[in-house]
Nanobody, 116 residues
Framework: QVQLVESGGGLVQAGGSLRLSCAAS????????MGWFRQAPGKERESVAA????????YYADSVKGRFTNSRDNAKNTVYLEMNNVRFEDAAVYYC?????????WGQGTHVTVSY
């Protein structure tokens, strides 16, 4: 079992920055990859970023490449999503994800709202 708890969401001005965190517990954190997804109202959940167990490799959706940074601190069992130059289209509920061969684990989500 893996438990994931996101935090850090809130209201951010367009062009501003926000850092999301996802704290994990359960399985040994440093042994599995992590991902970030988001879901805007009326839209399907989409992959935003992912990071390998060591943090050595990352993946970004084209829509966030160059603006978002995915990182992890295995000593703190936490993965981060640094969001810079936030756009209106980034507004969504953001979820962290831990994929395993037998199932995927999800957090409860954290809301990001973008204002003028």
């Amino acid at each position: 079992q893996v438990q994931l708890v996101e935090s850090g969401g809130g209201l951010v001005q367009a062009g501003g920055s926000l850092r999301l965190s996802c704290a994990a517990s359960g399985r040994t954190f440093s042994t599995y990859a992590m991902g970030w997804f988001r879901q805007a109202p009326g839209k399907e959940r989409e992959s935003v970023a992912a990071i390998t167990w060591s943090g050595g490799s990352t993946y970004y959706a084209d829509s966030v490449k160059g603006r978002f940074t995915n990182s992890r601190d295995n000593a703190k069992n936490t993965v981060y999503l640094e969001m810079n130059n936030v756009r209106f289209e980034d507004a969504a509920v953001y979820y962290c994800n831990a994929p395993f061969w037998d199932r995927q684990y999800w957090g409860q989500g954290t809301h990001v709202t973008v204002s003028y």
